[in-house]
């Protein structure tokens, strides 16, 4: 094919050495050229899926706003770079996921790409999805990732957490500061009510319990259920509200019904740019992650490799994805065009993203349904 691209424009390789020229002149009397998009990998992918006669990719991924936006900044763009066409469908997770397994079992699978939680990568899931290996065949994925970006059954797109976010209202600037869990746990030193998420990932709370607990970051898994319980028992009564959806968590806090919450950092941002004071810690925040998977019947599977790869050439559109969702993504070139004052809150910076919780899959797939039932008959007393 031959082609690279940069921002819509095709261009031949022998142009493409003609631009790194000028680029290395202008670097040097401190001019900037456009964001280059280097798409060796991609053009070798889109070829095949040419010569296939793959002329779209079918995506199972956001809707609504999110949905949006995600076609501005990534499938137009490769719809242009490519002429593959990408075809939007959607839902929620769960609905995203029962509908493949029935479209599996009668093996007829409409969709090549889909998105889903990290947390849903138990064995029944990870078997109707392409294995990638260490994501070879994606590698820009491996070279302009965050660490850990290829999980093997896809790769990561949106990533944040479970942060600890505190009302500097409650907590002033020079003054002391919830900065983590055993901080969170700390009611004598930091009064006031908190919150906690009630919405099926219980080991987020557990995962907050044992770090409050003094268990190390690196010693967490398995989770000793017990012990994180019966620390879960002494924060309990200081626990106002069980959050049941996004938006209460930040409802309570411009009703400034509690003084510190686990969020999810896209919320947290959000309130952040109402402008509520709102601190942020990252400090053993659990991961929280949607990744982009191929389906293993993909009918485009060739287009399919093509946009996961594309997708992570593109760090400006990933800043500007980030700062209209007031999220984050896995491409962590998008660091270097974040406004300065976002870029130290950021989950790409490496002293936050080295503060990031992976909750074990091997240990919640054989652990899930246990810790459900036993959440939910502590929540209940």
Request: glycine share 8%.
């Amino acid at each position: 094919m031959g082609k690279l691209q940069i921002e819509g424009a095709p261009i031949d390789r022998r142009k493409m050495l003609s631009l790194a020229a000028e680029a290395v002149a202008a670097a040097s009397v401190g001019l900037t050229l456009p964001e280059l998009v280097m798409a060796a990998p991609v053009d070798e992918l889109v070829e095949r899926a040419r010569q296939a006669g793959e002329r779209q990719v079918v995506v199972a991924g956001g809707t609504g706003a999110y949905g949006d936006l995600v076609k501005k900044h990534f499938y137009l763009p490769f719809t242009e770079a490519t002429g593959i066409e990408v075809v939007a469908t959607g839902g929620g997770y769960g609905e995203k996921l029962a509908k493949l397994k029935a479209m599996a079992s009668v093996g007829k699978v409409e969709w090549d790409v889909i998105t889903l939680s990290i947390d849903s990568l138990a064995p029944d899931v990870t078997n109707l999805l392409r294995d990638l290996g260490d994501c070879a065949d994606l590698p820009d994925v491996v070279s302009q990732g965050v660490d850990g970006s290829c999980l093997r059954e896809g790769v990561m797109f949106d990533i944040g957490g479970g942060v600890l976010a505190f009302d500097k209202r409650s907590f002033p600037e020079g003054q002391a500061q919830p900065a983590s869990w055993a901080d969170f746990w700390d009611v004598k030193a930091f009064p006031g009510p908190r919150a906690l998420p009630n919405i099926g990932n219980p080991w987020w709370s557990l995962i907050a319990a044992l770090e409050a607990d003094g268990v190390s970051r690196d010693a967490l898994f398995p989770l000793d259920i017990n012990r994180a319980f019966r620390k879960l028992d002494e924060i309990k009564p200081h626990v106002t509200v069980w959050w049941k959806s996004g938006d209460q968590s930040q409802q309570i806090f411009r009703t400034r019904e509690v003084a510190m919450a686990m969020l999810f950092s896209g919320r947290a941002f959000r309130l952040r740019s109402e402008g509520i004071p709102l601190g942020i810690s990252w400090n053993g925040a659990p991961l929280d992650a949607a990744f982009w998977a191929v389906t293993r019947a993909a009918q485009h599977p060739n287009a399919a490799l093509a946009l996961l790869d594309f997708i992570y050439t593109r760090p400006k559109a990933h800043a500007e994805f980030a700062a209209e969702s007031f999220g984050s993504t896995a491409q962590r070139g998008a660091l270097d065009f974040l406004p300065a004052d976002a870029k130290l809150s950021s989950v790409l910076q490496p002293a936050n993203w080295s503060n990031i919780v992976r909750v074990d899959r091997g240990w919640l797939a054989a652990n899930r349904e246990k810790v459900l039932q036993r959440w939910s008959t502590w929540i209940a007393s």
